[in-house]
């Protein structure tokens, strides 16, 4: 299964996949768990199965959802049995089984999964005072996350801190759609009751859907994972109790 689970890293996105190609994967699941044809999902079910699969898990793979069941049915993930019932709770219980089994693997193939450490610093800026004076204010409760910039985590990686492919651990993708589907069903609230300024502001966000879902904000989403990866690694050496990443000069 490692050369498996290599191999479907490579592959396409399953929020970036086809939908022809999603659904052909997802019928390939149902009959690998025994589903009968006449217990297999409606049209209108495997339109909220979709939408599942996209919302909350779109960064994996889409050879990573063959794999998961794959995985399941030869029991090497624990999940229950379908009962002839292949919900959105059945495939996140798979799902979730199938990341627990892939971040060990991930972390156990790092040296063969990462691209080479950066050859040059980042950019012709040290970014070190920077990364000291951001932990500083973590320590202190005071860290302005979210304004961190994306030189700090290059600058952390040619440091030899974080693998260079640390950040794909924290994809914030879901997150950001999820934030997005929020907002939308509050706006549509105040829509319901007849606040038509809100028209516009509804309108907006559901284009920023749309361009997350199809990938076309890319940047502030990479932006936004290392972001994470920087909060996660502070937090992991507070809980060592280091006081400094680059110690100042007197």
Same mark, same amino acid.
């Given at each position: ?8 890293? /490579?592959? &396409? ?32 079910? $495997? ?26 049915? !030869? ?16 495939? $996140? ?7 627990? +089994?892939? $971040? ?6 790092? #040296? ?10 980042? !950019?012709?800026?040290? +970014? ?8 500083? #204010? ?9 304004? +961190? &910039? ?15 492919? =640390? =950040? ?18 509050? *706006? ?9 300024? =809100? ?16 990938? !076309? ?17 502070? /937090? ?5 109790? *280091? ?8």
């Amino acid at each position: 299964m490692e050369e498996k689970f290599l191999t479907a890293l /490579e592959d &396409v996105r399953i929020d970036k996949a086809s939908t022809d190609a999603i659904s052909q994967v997802l019928r390939r699941c149902m009959l690998k768990v025994g589903m009968r044809a006449n217990n297999l999902p409606n049209n209108i079910e $495997s339109v909220v199965l979709y939408e599942h699969l996209i919302n909350f898990y779109g960064g994996l793979k889409l050879e990573e959802l063959k794999l998961a069941f794959d995985l399941a049915t !030869s029991g090497q993930i624990e999940v229950p049995d379908t009962f002839e019932n292949f919900s959105c709770s059945y495939l $996140s219980k798979v799902l979730n089984a199938y990341r627990t +089994w892939a $971040s060990k693997k991930y972390t156990d193939n790092l #040296g063969i999964i990462e691209k080479p450490k950066l050859e040059n610093k980042p !950019s012709g800026i040290d +970014w070190r005072e920077s990364i000291q004076n951001a932990y500083e #204010g973590f320590m202190n409760g005071k860290a302005p996350y979210r304004l +961190w &910039v994306v030189e700090m985590y290059d600058q952390l990686v040619y440091d030899d801190f974080i693998p260079a492919l =640390y =950040y794909k651990e924290f994809d914030v993708k879901n997150e950001l759609l999820q934030a997005v589907h929020k907002e939308i069903i509050q *706006v549509e609230k105040k829509i319901d009751r007849n606040e038509e300024r =809100y028209l516009g502001v509804h309108k907006d966000l559901q284009n920023k859907l749309i361009e997350y879902r199809n990938g !076309s904000r890319d940047a502030e989403v990479l932006l936004l994972s290392k972001q994470t990866a920087i909060l996660k690694y502070f /937090e992991t050496i507070k809980e060592r109790n *280091v006081e400094n990443i680059y110690k100042k000069e007197l």
